[in-house]
T-cell receptor, first 113, second 119 residues
Framework: DTAVSQTPKYLVTQMGNDKSIKCEQNLGHDTMYWYKQDSKKFLKIMFSYNNKELIINETVPNRFSPKSPDKAHLNLHINSLELGDSAVYFC????????????FGPGTRLTVT | AQKVTQAQTEISVVEKEDVTLDCVYETRDTTYYLFWYKQPPSGELVFLIR??????QNEISGRYSWNFQKSTSSFNFTITASQVVDSAVYFC????????????????FGQGTRLTINP
């Protein structure tokens, strides 16, 4: 019974393609996030949804579009993939309330060739 | 803006040595939360500890201990009697509140410290 799951775990695709990464959490959390980890291991927030409402939208190219069909799911769609999009993408969730830590999914390693 | 600095990019020690990972942060919030996460070679992010800004008590959990000093804006992490399984990248993170959304926060991560424990 995985808490935060992501599919796929690995994604290899060519430049210009469109791809999606899916995330699901079964913890009943209200808030979900997407983070990007680059090749130097630097982790940066991309988006966050709270009960299906977008609350964080960092400076991310508009080729990236998050979608939250319900509070247990947060998907990330990427159009016209570029080489620089190669990274590990982590989904996370957190209960309501500032005190709590974020629970991370296993990550999706995206490689654009 | 919030900022977290982990000045040690890489640390390498021999097994059983003690090692301290430094974390310095900057924030304008009066209430904030600090976290440490571990990323082993398998790649997942594992939560280790959280600390709120009102609680400056040091914490010990087995071989792990954390020293929070508000006066120097530091939240350092010490591993005692290190083991090979401790080899990982360790991240310090600071919560940043989101304007207009009570209780909502995002994490600002430091650059990470790659810790290698040699047998």
């Amino acid at each position: 019974d995985t808490a935060v799951s992501q599919t796929p775990k690995y994604l290899v695709t060519q430049m210009g393609n469109d791809k999606s990464i899916k995330c699901e959490q079964n913890l009943g959390h209200d808030t979900m996030y997407w983070y990007k980890q680059d090749s130097k291991k630097f982790l940066k927030i991309m988006f966050s949804y709270n009960n299906k409402e977008l609350i964080i939208n960092e400076t991310v190219p508009n080729r990236f579009s998050p979608k939250s069909p319900d509070k247990a799911h947060l998907n990330l769609h990427i159009n016209s993939l570029e080489l620089g999009d190669s990274a590990v993408y982590f989904c996370a969730s957190r209960p309501q309330g500032a005190y709590y830590e974020q629970y991370f999914g296993p990550g999706t390693r995206l490689t654009v060739t | 803006a919030q900022k977290v600095t982990q000045a040690q990019t890489e640390i390498s020690v021999v097994e059983k040595e003690d090692v301290t990972l430094d974390c310095v942060y900057e924030t304008r919030d009066t209430t904030y939360y600090l976290f440490w996460y571990k990323q082993p070679p398998s790649g997942e992010l594992v939560f280790l500890i959280r600390r709120n800004s009102f609680d400056e008590q040091n914490e010990i959990s087995g071989r792990y201990s954390w020293n929070f000093q508000k006066s120097t804006s530091s939240f350092n992490f010490t591993i005692t009697a290190s083991q090979v399984v401790d080899s990982a990248v360790y991240f310090c993170a600071l919560s940043e509140s989101i304007a207009g959304f009570q209780g909502a926060q995002k994490l600002v991560f430091g650059q990470g410290t790659r810790l290698t424990i040699n047998p």
